[in-house]
């Protein structure tokens, strides 16, 4: 099979396309015939050795996949041969095919196409646990989404809408909020020529929001955080700016509020149950209209690599999707 290939750490334009055995699947995993692949942040720091998990080289990047399971091992029960589903990686997606863990894989609606369902795992079930689990957001309450145009941010955007929030979208630029707001935001905030705390003030009458939702961190998240209401909610989600920040510990004293990791991934791992059930609301949602993933550009295989390094300049809005078939 073919396979997108990291041999060392490094940019995106060091990935090289080979040719590699196909996987076998042990007893509790699952084998599929990929067929789109989404791209994701973590894409972009795990080939240069910045992600928090360091597979071993040779190895794919690709955190997400949508595709016909091939074969299934002895102990797995609820999936077959034929059926379409999504699979939680974390890596090894960017190839023709991949082995994985059965409780990391879902079965899909006939409503998703692969293109659509590569794009639609790890955004909006990441922003699902947040505003659910995490964040347990409330309709009538406010939701302040930074990054609202890229993949975690517009899966925000709408389900806060779909959870009955008011939502506030930021970007960095017209074009970007434009996006947002065709997702349902109710209000917009250039932060690129708007001062977030003052703009802030004005569209909650002095209140605060109620919730942060952050993928971004950098110079960002102290101003989002100050602008938080009491018992408010500060989801960090991500750090696409490239810079952690650290904010001073008075801060949650002062408003009774809360900095929330947001850590997926483990959670799909410990409670798999809760991510079924997280899974089964989003794809009702779906199939209402009420959320409408936006795949903004697709590549083929062999260019996997220019997805990656367009996603890590922060020049892509909603998703980029890899069509492997």
Known sequence: ?????????????????????????????????????????????????????????????????????????????????????????????????????????????????????????????????????????????????????????????????ALGARVIAAASSAEKLAVARAAGADELLNYAEEDLRERLKALTGGQGVDVVYDPVGGQLSEPAFRSLGWNGRHLVIGFASGSIPALPANLPLLKGAAMVGVFWGAFVARQPQDNLANFQQLFRWHAEGRLKPLVSQTYPLEHASEAIARLAARQALGKLVVQVR
């Open 1 to 161: 099979m073919k396979a997108v290939l990291c041999k060392a750490f490094g940019p995106a334009d060091s990935l090289v396309l080979e040719e590699v055995a196909s996987p076998v699947p042990k007893p509790s995993e699952v084998l599929i015939d990929i067929h789109a692949a989404g791209v994701n942040f973590p894409d972009t720091l795990i080939i240069e050795g910045k992600y928090q998990f360091k597979p071993p080289f040779p190895f794919s990047p690709g955190g997400e996949a949508a595709g016909v399971v091939a074969a299934v091992g002895d102990k797995v029960r609820h999936l077959k041969p034929g059926d379409r589903v999504i699979a939680l990686t974390g890596w090894g997606s960017f190839a023709e095919q991949i082995a994985v863990s059965a409780e990391r894989v879902l079965p899909i609606p006939a409503s998703l196409d692969f293109t659509t369902a590569a794009a639609f795992g790890m955004t909006y079930g990441t922003s699902m646990h947040a505003l659910r689990q995490r964040a347990a957001l409330q309709a009538g309450e406010t939701l302040l989404v930074l990054g609202a145009s890229g993949g975690v941010g517009l899966a925000a955007v709408e389900i806060g809408k």
